[in-house]
């Protein structure tokens, strides 16, 4: 099996800074992309920011300029570095990966999700 585990949401006031973490565990054979994604009260998930294994990004308008993501592949975790926060980006953010996995000769890719961590942005 393998694991998501997110650190770092909590209450910040507009302007400060957050950094979210995600550590990937158990049978992993490779990781492929990493991101952020949240969904407030009342709204669809979005993507926030993506990394791929070779450290080509993606982020979301809204968060370009505020947001960085990256990741240490041999520690298989991803960071999301949030500054300037607005009270719109107070969400709960989940980690996603997908991750293969080697079942005797069969890799399986697995698309998994961390449980969430909620930001909460006070203006």
């Known amino acids: 099996q393998v694991h998501l585990v997110e650190s770092g949401g909590g209450l910040v006031q507009a302007g400060g800074s957050l950094r979210l973490s995600c550590t990937a565990s158990?049978?992993?054979?490779?990781?492929?992309?990493m991101g952020w994604y949240r969904q407030a009260p009342g709204k669809q998930r979005e993507l926030v920011a993506a990394?791929?294994?070779?450290?080509?990004?993606n982020y979301a308008d809204s968060v370009k300029g505020r947001f960085t993501i990256s990741r240490d592949n041999a520690k298989n975790t991803v960071w999301l570095q949030m500054n300037n926060l607005k009270p719109e980006d107070a969400a709960v953010y989940s980690c996603?990966?997908?991750?293969?996995?080697?079942?005797?000769?069969?890799?399986?890719?697995?698309?998994?999700w961390g449980q969430g961590t909620l930001v909460t942005v006070s203006s």
């Open positions: 158990g049978n992993i054979f490779s990781i492929n992309a």
């Open positions: 990394i791929t294994s070779g450290g080509n990004t």
């Open positions: 996603n990966a997908e991750v293969g996995t080697l079942h005797g000769d069969i890799l399986r890719v697995l698309d998994l």
